[in-house]
């Protein structure tokens, strides 16, 4: 593969917020500023160094917010792997020097706007399309529904357990403990799990990743520049997106996501292989969806996830960390978790993971999983050590 | 004191009629399930479109087949709780929300109703049936098929 990103953009910068409660005070685009002025302050930046800017709904009108003349704008959005998605392209754009210093933030507060009852314009789709004509006539539930299905299959091809999946979950409880910012941390059990209400079967509720508030943003600039910054570069070694459907019907097989091809690729311009890692964060928006990145980042054979978790690799102690932050089944989970990867695998290359932090941490991936298993993004980052 | 209006009759979320679904769902009106075709490379296109996905034919080459309504259970899942799905077609009962196979080659995404949703399996063969909309259309939904059992592990893909 012809493709050179590897080290010649890093990530500076990062900030989020989140709350145990679950709930957050600011909302909006106040919380969107705050998280731009505090990952350009964590890098030693200000909002007169920025020229890039990612927003996944419009990117145009919150630079004009931010009141910034970027060179670099970037709107795609693609669901919860955008800000993965965002890492590739910024550092495309930075190393094709279309700009210098690239920002990307997230910002959703589902769970205060329901207790605030705040106005929200809720999407529809603007007149008939696929999902609405050959879809939802039949109830199915989304965001969980289609990943039920997924699951359900992943039993049926490869005898996967509702306990194995179950046990993916816990080890990201064991996690999220170590994390005084995770929304949950209290012990569970595969029992536990097991016992929780069943939502679309065969996925329970303690399966299924959290509805919070959250917010988050990463900075982005050259690999010369960053050495000159506050904080040590988190370097981007390999990026790679792949899609291969939108809704679960068109799916092609759905015990194989499109991470297949964007982590082979990813790893491939980073040089490195699944065993270099040293960190995984893989986009858990229920435990059938962190199994399948498992396998298709060949973390482990195709259709061995289920055993591969439960032999408690995961967890804390174990052989792949994974999730270390609590992930989106214990830590935070406001819509779009990826931004939460990326900052999660940038404190973990720091060394700023305080009681969760991976020893000696130099290779971080950060894998987002979009919309219904449909787009996959995987960011392989690395330490000055990796370059 | 107020007065409750009275509970809506269990409904369905009515399809909208995209630009290319106009004979899939005017077929429903006479129970026909209908398959759009692609002559040129002879595979079947779900769901329709103005070209095949397959071999980039154009809309000459698309034809729209009767389908023999015989199908296969690819992927099926249980929804408990049908108020946070928005359906009250179940009158508050979990309900089977499935992908199934049709002969032709096609999936598509359903409900297999006529037996206990729980007990829908990878592989068990169904085959169509109809619920009718406010409209007049019908919308092909899926049940066991007559003269066979769960499908276990015999016939998946």
Redesign the interface.
């Known amino acids: 593969m012809d493709r050179s990103l590897r080290g010649a953009a890093a990530i500076v910068g990062v900030a989020d917020d989140v709350s145990p409660t679950g709930e957050l005070e600011r909302f909006g685009r106040e919380l969107e500023v705050a998280m731009v002025l505090d990952a350009l302050a964590d890098a030693g930046l200000g909002l007169a160094d920025v020229d890039g800017v990612c927003h996944p709904e419009s990117a145009v009108a919150f630079a004009e917010y931010l009141g910034v003349h970027p060179n670099f704008v970037e709107s795609t959005m693609t669901g919860g792997s955008s800000y993965e998605v965002h890492v590739e392209h910024a550092a495309a754009a930075i190393a094709a020097g279309v700009c210098d210093v690239v920002v990307s933030v997230y910002a959703a507060t589902p769970r205060s706007d329901r207790t605030q009852r705040r106005r929200r314009e809720w999407r529809r789709p603007g ?4 999902m ?10 989304t965001p969980m ?1 289609p990943y ?3 699951a ?2 992943h039993m ?2 490869f005898g996967t357990t509702s306990e194995q999946l179950a046990q993916i979950a816990v080890s990201t409880r064991q996690w999220a403990a170590l994390n005084p910012r995770a929304r949950y941390r209290d012990p569970i059990t595969v029992d536990d799990v097991l016992a929780s ?7 329970h509720l303690l399966d299924c990743c959290l509805v919070t508030d959250g917010a988050g943003a990463f900075v982005m600039t050259s690999a010369e520049r960053a050495r000159s910054l506050a904080k040590p570069p988190v370097y981007v070694l390999g990026a790679a997106t792949c899609t291969d459907h939108m809704v ?3 799916m092609p097989d ?1 015990t194989t996501t499109p991470g297949a091809v964007s982590g082979p690729r990813a790893f491939e311009m980073a040089g490195l292989q699944p065993t270099d890692v040293d960190v995984l964060m893989g986009y858990d928006s229920f435990t059938i969806t962190a199994l399948l990145h498992l396998e298709d980042l060949g973390f482990c054979k195709k259709g061995e996830g289920g055993p591969f978790a439960a032999d408690g690799h995961l967890g804390p102690g174990g052989t792949l960390a994974m999730n270390t932050n609590g992930g989106g089944l214990s830590f935070t989970h406001p819509g779009m978790y990826g931004m939460f990867l990326v900052t999660e695998a940038t404190r973990q290359l720091r060394g700023e993971g305080g009681d969760r932090q991976v020893a000696g941490a130099d290779v971080a991936v950060a894998h987002g999983s979009g919309m219904f298993l449909s787009v996959m993004s995987t960011a392989v980052l690395g330490t000055e050590a990796t370059l | 004191m107020s007065v409750d209006a009275p509970k809506a009759t269990p409904a369905r979320f009515e399809p909208p009629v995209g630009v290319e679904g106009g004979p899939f769902w005017d077929a429903t009106r006479e129970g026909r399930l209908l398959v759009q075709w692609c002559t040129s490379c002879d595979q079947g296109v779900f769901y329709p479109r103005v070209f095949c996905p397959h071999c980039a034919a154009g809309r000459d080459a698309l034809e729209w087949r009767g389908a023999s309504g015989r199908a296969t259970v690819y992927a099926p899942g249980v929804e408990h709780k049908p108020e946070a799905a928005g359906a009250s077609f179940s009158n508050g009962q979990p309900y089977c929300v499935a992908l199934v196979d049709l002969e032709e080659g096609v999936r598509m995404l359903t409900n297999v109703i006529g037996c206990p949703p729980d007990e829908v399996r990878c592989g068990m063969p169904v085959t169509v049936t109809w619920e009718p909309l406010s409209d007049g259309r019908q919308l092909p939904l899926f049940q066991p098929a007559a003269d066979a059992g769960s499908g276990d592990g015999a016939t998946g893909s």
């Open positions: 007149g008939p399309n696929p609405a004509e050959w879809d939802l006539p039949y109830g199915l539930r529904g039920a299905l997924a359900a299959r049926y091809e209400p069943l939502q679309v079967s065969p996925l679960i019907g068109q759905l």
